[in-house]
């Protein structure tokens, strides 16, 4: 069965400090590969909480969009039990080039030889996970080096829209038939996410098969995600739905 399940929908500092929502990322199982977007606090315990388990030594490949804490405070933890504490030499594991090098890098050099690679995360290069091609379209306006992703397997191509500030063609990188929006807030903030404004001209430009909320702040959380959604879906005339903790999406 092809799925997305999300380990976590918390997005900002407080959300993720106090828990409101969890924090452990998105599990991609696609054309008989499994991949980890951004694995932030909680994401291996998340896997074993979830109904079925989710298998980390059943992954091909770990994904970090950009290294904030809460997309990859679990990335050695979950590097480790890929491998089962580096026993099985496995997986590749990609990340922006600040989270690797520099005064700030977040994967330890003492888990880096137990996966069998690890790539810098560049703007439109293609890597190859399992059955799966992965880009990153185009870099985003964040604090640190961020990149959204393009997922491609057989017959279905998944796009996830990380946090970023809106800017003029954004949305036109990430054509796909299910898009995935870190959307932080209704109105425009000056904390580079983007709000529900922004997500109203993605859709508007993209029209997927479906958009997948995710991601959200205190403003979201306030407004209940579900029900901002459903009124987006109404008003876009698009299928638009707000992802929860656990949430398991059929592809």
């Known amino acids: 069965m092809d799925f997305i399940k999300f380990l976590g929908t918390a997005g900002a500092r407080v959300v993720v400090a106090k828990q409101l929502r969890a924090s452990g990322g998105i599990w991609l199982s696609l054309d008989g590969t499994n991949i980890l977007i951004d694995p932030g606090p909680g994401s291996l315990v998340h896997c074993m909480r979830s109904r079925p388990k989710l298998d980390p030594t059943t992954l091909e490949g770990i994904v970090i969009t950009h290294k904030h804490l809460d997309h990859a405070a679990d990335i050695n933890v979950m590097m480790e039990a890929m491998t089962i504490g580096g026993k099985e030499k496995r ?4 990340a922006p080039k600040d989270a690797l090098s520099g005064n700030d890098p977040v994967i330890y050099k003492y888990v880096r030889p137990y996966v069998s690679q690890i790539e810098v995360l560049r703007r439109k290069k293609k890597y190859k996970i399992g059955t799966l091609t992965i880009t990153a379209p185009t870099r985003h306006q964040h604090g640190v080096e961020t990149y959204g992703l393009i997922i491609k397997g057989k017959k279905r191509t998944i796009a996830y829209i990380t946090d970023s500030r809106y800017f003029p063609g954004l949305a036109d990188k990430y054509k ?18 983007l709000s529900i404004e922004d997500v109203r001209l993605i859709v508007g430009k993209l029209k997927p098969k479906t958009t997948i909320l995710t991601h959200f702040g205190m403003w979201m959380l306030k407004a209940r995600p579900w029900v ?22 059929p592809l």
Do not use: T, W, Y
């Open 176 to 193: 796909a038939d299910v898009v995935i929006i870190s959307v932080l807030s209704i109105k425009p903030n000056p904390f580079d996410h």
């Open 228 to 249: 901002v959604a459903e009124a987006l879906k109404k008003e876009l005339r698009q299928n638009i739905i707000a992802a929860s903790d656990g949430m398991a999406f």
């Open 91 to 94: 997986g590749l594991v990609l």
